[in-house]
């Protein structure tokens, strides 16, 4: 049986609209694994009870839901140990790789009697705490089946720069594997353009360049040359109308600051601003458009889901030879690459990179970042006046999005992949069971025990409390367990914990060896679940 794992529930927001690239993908991406991956079944460790429940409900919401999540399982976090020592996965896969990968290792290298492969996808790869989390998946137990999983070749690349120079116990084992994200098929959908752009509150008879993605300097892009670039557009096409939308999440700051360079440049007619747009109305944008224009400048960015986006409605791009675009743009095919030129910040600034916020750092490394301003203003204004050149790059955009960026064409590459490090993995021995536990993971005894008094490992002599008594005669229910804990709250240890002490008290250490061996439970466990009913006055020390 093939069988899909991960920790990872791929929901990371509670809102029904999801916008933010990374989301939008991790979302899309489960819909279309549930839909599409060959797996018998899918197992998924929710960090919590909530998350458990929204990630059920969200796969019966899904059209056929009910029938998806029949191949489902989800579980508790804390059941991977035992999942680990038993489970015959084909991969456990992340919607990072950051977190999980490198726990998982120690993990497998702990429990497992087999090895699986452990892969994780990229997404941004400029966080000032990309060293951390680099050296710590340098020092994982990692195997020759386990892969970084990266969305674009710029974006393995600098993958592959930031990782090579951080030293670690061995060689590092993983892969780094190219697989792109994909879009939902609701943007491969034919759209009216007069119905779209009646309800987008544009003119029927006007050229309509889009841009759709976050309206920051900091964190995407630095619109501003961009509209005075569209300001000599609309100078030079006379009594031509056209119209510029600028669509997608931005704070009040970086709206305001764009609304007031528009108001500026006397463009009040030819841009429109629209800030927290929904999925529908990003709908009827992408069939409103006739060009789509992605002047990104930022390290942020990796590989361009709205680029994507707007391939699969069937737009021309206009975009920066940057990064993933590069990937996804065939300049002079699907649209028009701006050439770029950058420069690095001065040794006394980029000093400040682990003390300044995120979002400063990344504007003042994009500032240096020039996409040729007139080039960006001859692409757009070639599309928008030949539109046959326009419709043909259109079209053939759109062909090459249903061919590898469709969500059912990226996980079938994906499942493929998936599958060949499994046969890898068959041959391999569990690796790192030499190397000891996770080092990231505290001894908590060792590190906390002066805190509690007497000392945590102290014996004593432990005996049923008249609550206890009360209890097991039915006169007081029982204190309740949280949920978030049942997994690790073993009903039958409990029970031997209380009725092994009927007749009488017991030293601790002898009644916790005793229970353990009778229930099949560890020591530690029995150890923990004694505290349990002492903090709850069912036993007594």
């Not at 794992?5 to 979302?27: H, I, K, M, P, Y």
């Not at 998806?68 to 991969?91: K, N, T």
């Not at 109305?281 to 990796?302: G, I, M, R, Y």
């Amino acid at each position: 049986m093939r069988i899909f794992a991960s920790t990872d529930t791929f929901l990371e927001s509670s809102q029904s609209s999801l916008r933010l690239g990374r989301l939008v993908a991790n979302a899309t991406f489960l819909e279309a694994l549930l839909r599409h991956a060959p797996y018998e079944r899918f197992e998924f460790f929710c960090p919590t009870e909530v998350e458990k429940i929204r990630l059920r409900d969200w796969i019966e919401r899904l059209p056929d839901g009910r029938n998806l999540s029949e191949r489902v399982d989800l579980r508790s976090q804390f059941e991977l140990p035992s999942r680990i020592a038993c489970a015959d996965w084909e991969v456990v896969h992340s919607g990072g790789w950051s977190r999980y990968l490198p726990a998982l290792a120690w993990l497998r290298a702990r429990f497992a009697k087999k090895v699986f492969p452990l892969t994780g996808t990229t997404h941004s790869l400029n966080d000032p705490s990309m060293f951390q989390m680099l050296r710590r998946l340098r020092e994982a137990p990692l195997a020759a089946c386990d892969a970084v999983i990266c969305t674009s070749t710029d974006g393995r690349e600098a993958f592959r720069r930031q990782l090579e120079p951080i030293p670690g116990p061995v060689p590092f084992q993983g892969r780094l594997e190219l697989s792109p994200l994909g879009v939902d098929d609701r943007y491969f959908e034919i759209r009216d353009k007069v119905r779209a752009r009646q309800k987008s509150a544009l003119p029927a008879d006007t050229g309509v360049v889009l841009w759709l993605g976050r309206l920051s300097a900091g964190s995407k892009a630095d619109l501003h040359p961009l509209l005075y670039q569209w300001a000599l557009i609309v100078r030079e096409a006379g009594a031509s109308e056209k119209i510029l939308v600028l669509a997608g999440g931005g704070s009040e700051g970086d709206v305001r600051s764009l609304r007031e360079t528009v108001s500026e440049l006397g463009l009040d007619r030819h841009v429109k601003i629209r800030p927290d747009i929904d999925d529908a109305e990003k709908l009827d944008l992408l069939a409103s458009a006739d060009v789509f224009v992605s002047p990104v400048d930022n390290q942020q960015e990796t590989f361009g889901i709205s680029v994507v986006e707007a391939m699969a409605a069937g737009l021309p791009v206009v975009a920066s030879r940057w990064d993933g675009y590069k990937d996804l743009v065939d300049d002079g095919v699907t649209g028009i690459l701006v050439p770029v030129r950058w420069a690095s910040l001065p040794p006394e600034t980029a000093s400040l990179r682990a003390i300044l916020e995120p979002g400063i750092g990344q504007l003042a490394t994009s500032q240096a970042v020039a996409v040729d301003p007139g080039a960006l203003r001859k692409a757009l204004a070639t599309l928008l006046d030949d539109q046959a050149l326009a419709r043909r790059m259109g079209d053939a955009g759109r062909r090459k999005a249903l061919e590898f960026y469709s969500w059912q064409a990226v996980v079938r590459r994906l499942s493929e992949l998936w599958q060949r490090l499994k046969r890898q993995a068959d041959d391999l021995e569990v690796p790192g069971r030499d190397r000891g536990v996770d080092p990231e993971i505290i001894d908590v005894a060792s590190a906390f025990g002066h805190y509690g008094e007497p000392d945590p490992e102290a014996d004593f002599v432990v005996s049923i409390s008249e609550l206890g008594r009360s209890i097991l005669a039915g006169k007081v229910p029982m204190p309740p367990t949280f949920g978030e804990l049942m997994p690790i709250s073993d009903g039958k240890l409990m029970t031997a914990l209380v009725l092994e002490l009927s007749n009488g008290k017991r030293v601790a250490s002898e009644h916790i060896r005793m229970c353990a061996a009778r229930t099949g439970a560890t020591e530690p466990q029995a150890r923990w679940l004694l505290h349990w009913l002492l903090k709850y006055g069912v036993l007594e020390a």
